[in-house]
């Protein structure tokens, strides 16, 4: 029963892994340009599955933010998750180890986080824990592959690849903000603020990181506040089958 969950798993994260793959190559290209070695590039991504949290790292990086800055903006950038990952404990077993909770939270991403709720029962480890066995490594390879051919490649196909980034960036944008006006709103006030604040005479003076981090907060906070999502008030039950419940050894 455990293996053929763990295949699930496997399966389910191979398209995931392969579009990481993608992305986390022109990662490598930013993560070249903040010197990072191709061994260096691999951990960095390994231990931080998070293409806005590594950009906004290896960005903060060439401008020679200091620790605390680094820090908090990815905090800020990845603050997404612990509002996943929350969501995720409503699915656990009560009887689920401590430990299984760490590293299934550890592996949460966009994408293995609908994967995951998008199944039937509590979660099981040995799901996530497949999937995390092809996404992950993947992901980590990428990097490393892209900084490796950003050493060798000529440059303009270096600054090429590095404009695929803000592709990504653009194509995560643009979809839900044809769908909701108040996006569409966020997204071009965040454009017009960040702009200003590279011409201010104040703000001007910090560093892209913090500003970045005071923009962050400052415009989510407002939209929040102005705009909040409303509740679905869906009481629905979550049944578990019987069959699908975690087993643990």
């Avoid at 960036?169 to 006030?189: D, G």
Wanted: aromatic share 12%.
């Amino acid at each position: 029963m455990k293996n053929k969950v763990f295949l699930e798993g496997m399966r389910d994260g191979l398209p995931i892994g392969l579009g990481y793959f993608a992305v986390s190559f022109s990662l490598g290209i930013v993560a070249r340009n903040a010197s990072l070695t191709p061994l260096q590039g691999f951990i960095a991504s390994f231990f931080c599955v998070a293409s806005a949290g590594e950009y906004a790292l290896f960005t903060s990086m060439q401008t020679a933010a200091s620790f605390i800055e680094i820090a908090l903006i990815t905090l800020v950038v990845n603050a997404r998750y612990l509002l996943m990952s929350t969501a995720l404990t409503q699915r656990f077993d009560p009887k689920t180890p401590l430990l299984h909770r760490f590293f299934i939270g550890f592996g949460v991403t966009d994408e293995i986080f609908g994967i995951t709720i998008a199944r039937p029962g509590y979660i099981n480890p040995v799901y996530n824990y497949g999937a995390l066995l092809v996404a992950i490594p993947l992901w980590s390879i990428g990097t490393s592959l892209g900084i490796i051919a950003g050493n060798f490649l000529p440059t303009r196909v270096v600054s090429a690849l590095s404009v695929a980034l803000y592709g990504m960036f653009l194509a995560i944008i643009v979809p839900p903000a044809k769908k909701n006006i108040v996006i569409m709103v966020s997204v071009l006030v965040s454009f017009a603020a960040s702009f200003a604040f590279t011409k201010l005479p104040l703000v001007s003076q910090f560093s892209g990181s913090t500003r970045t981090i005071i923009l962050t907060v400052v415009i989510s906070s407002i939209v929040a506040l102005i705009k909040p999502i409303p509740d679905d008030n869906n009481d629905s039950v979550i049944e578990s089958d019987s069959n699908d419940n975690p087993v643990f050894e």
